[in-house]
C-alpha cells in the first residue's frame, strides 16, 4: 500500500440546499481517541480531507480543533477551505440550551462557525451541566447510570437550531438518525430547511426510500459506517460480532479485484457513486488516502446493484440495542 505524498484526486462535493458545497468524503471522528486525535485531524488534512465529521458526543473536539489549528497554521489550509460538521446532544435540546452549548462546541474547536451542525438524535435527554459532567452521554448520572428523558419535543429543538444559521454560528443545519416520517413533520414547521440528512448506510442497510426521500426534499445524505459491522464489533454488538464483515464479502471482493482496488474502496465508491457522502477513519496514512480516493474509478451498475442485493435491513447503532429504551427505529 503506497503512503506517498503524491496527489489525491479532487474529492467530489455535493451542494447543499443552502447554497454551500460540501465534500461526498470526509474523516469522521466518532471513536478517535483523544491521545491521537490531534495528530489523525491534521494528517487527515494533509493528504487531503477537506470535511471533519465531529460531534459533541465523541468527546475529541478540543483535539480535533487542534489538528485542524495546526493545519492552518502550517499553510495547509485556510478555514475556509475546510467542512466541518458538528451535533448536538441529546441533553441540550431545551431552547434555552441550544445556543450555550453550540458556542461551547465552537470554543471547543476553536472556530467561529460549524459549516454543518445536526441535530444528532431525535431524542431529548434531560440536561447535564456541562462543567458537572461533558459529554454527558446517554446517562444522567455517571454513578447510577440511570437514563432520564427529557421534556424538549423536535419542534422546539429544530425551531432554536434555526437561530444559529442566521447568527452566523452554523452555515446549514442538519439532522441525523431520523426517518421518514420524522423528516415529513419536521419539514412541515422548518423555515430553515435541514440541508442534510446523516444516517447508518451500509450495503447491509441500504435505506434506498429513506434516501430517496430525503433527495426528494432538497436533502443531501450523508452516510455513517459504511463498512457495516467493523466500528461495532469491538464495542461488543451482539448484532455486529454474528455478521459477517463487509470487507471480507466475496461480492464485494471480486468487485475490487475487478477494479485493483481495495475492499473499503469498493464500499465508500457505492455510496458516493450513488450520491451518499461517506465519513470514514484510519489511523493508517496510506488506508486515509486510500479511502479518499474514490473517484478515480467508477463501478458499473450491475456491480452497484449487486452490492445493494447484500441489503438486510440490518442496522447496528440503535439505542434500544444498548440502552433498552428509545426504540426510535421501530
Same mark, same amino acid.
Given at each position: ?38 495528530? =489523525?485531524? *491534521? ?5 487531503? %480531507? ?52 453550540? @458556542? ?22 434531560? %440536561? ?5 459532567? *461533558? ?23 429544530? =425551531? ?8 452566523? !454560528? ?17 419539514? $412541515? *414547521? ?7 440528512? =446523516? ?7 441500504? =435505506? @434506498? ?35 459477517? !464483515? ?10 475490487? $479485484? $475487478?477494479?485493483? $482496488?481495495?475492499?473499503?474502496?469498493? !464500499? ?63
Amino acid at each position: 500500500m503506497s503512503t506517498t505524498t503524491t496527489a489525491t484526486p479532487p474529492t467530489p462535493r455535493v451542494k447543499l440546499n443552502s447554497g454551500h458545497e460540501m465534500p461526498l468524503v470526509g474523516f469522521g471522528l466518532w471513536k478517535v481517541n483523544n491521545d491521537t486525535c490531534a495528530d =489523525q485531524v *491534521y494528517n487527515a488534512i494533509k493528504v487531503g %480531507y477537506r470535511l471533519l465529521d465531529g460531534a459533541a458526543d465523541y468527546g475529541n473536539e478540543v483535539e480535533a480543533g487542534q489538528g485542524l489549528a495546526r493545519a492552518i497554521d502550517e499553510g495547509l489550509v485556510k478555514r475556509e477551505d475546510m467542512f466541518i460538521t458538528s451535533k448536538l446532544w441529546n441533553s441540550f435540546h431545551d431552547r434555552d440550551r441550544v445556543l450555550p452549548i453550540c @458556542r461551547k462546541q465552537l470554543s471547543d474547536w476553536g472556530i467561529d462557525y460549524f459549516d454543518l451542525y445536526h441535530m444528532h438524535f431525535p431524542i431529548s435527554l434531560a %440536561y447535564v451541566d456541562p462543567s458537572e459532567r *461533558y459529554p454527558p452521554g446517554f446517562t444522567y448520572s455517571a454513578a447510577s447510570h440511570d437514563v432520564r428523558p427529557g421534556t424538549a419535543t423536535i419542534q422546539e429543538t429544530w =425551531q432554536a437550531m434555526e437561530p444559529l444559521v442566521s447568527a452566523g !454560528l452554523a452555515r446549514s443545519i442538519g439532522v441525523s438518525n431520523f426517518q421518514g416520517s420524522l423528516l415529513l413533520d419536521l419539514l $412541515r *414547521y422548518a423555515t430553515v430547511r435541514p440541508a442534510v440528512l =446523516q444516517t447508518e448506510h451500509h450495503p447491509y442497510l441500504v =435505506q @434506498r426510500d429513506l434516501v430517496a426521500l430525503a433527495k426528494s426534499e432538497g436533502m443531501a445524505v450523508t452516510g455513517y459506517s459504511s463498512f457495516g459491522p467493523q466500528s461495532f464489533v469491538e464495542m461488543g454488538i451482539r448484532k455486529a460480532k454474528e455478521t459477517p !464483515l463487509l470487507l471480507e464479502n466475496e461480492t464485494v471482493k471480486g468487485i475490487a $479485484r $475487478r477494479h485493483g $482496488r481495495s475492499p473499503a474502496q469498493v !464500499l465508500l465508491s457505492w455510496a458516493v457513486q450513488r450520491g451518499v457522502a461517506v465519513v470514514p477513519k484510519s489511523n493508517d496514512p496510506g488506508r486515509l488516502r486510500e479511502n479518499l480516493d474514490v473517484g478515480g474509478f467508477e463501478l458499473e451498475e450491475g456491480e452497484l446493484e449487486k452490492i445493494s442485493a447484500l441489503d438486510r435491513g440490518l442496522r447496528f447503532n440503535d439505542p434500544f440495542d444498548y440502552l433498552g429504551k428509545f426504540p426510535i427505529f421501530a
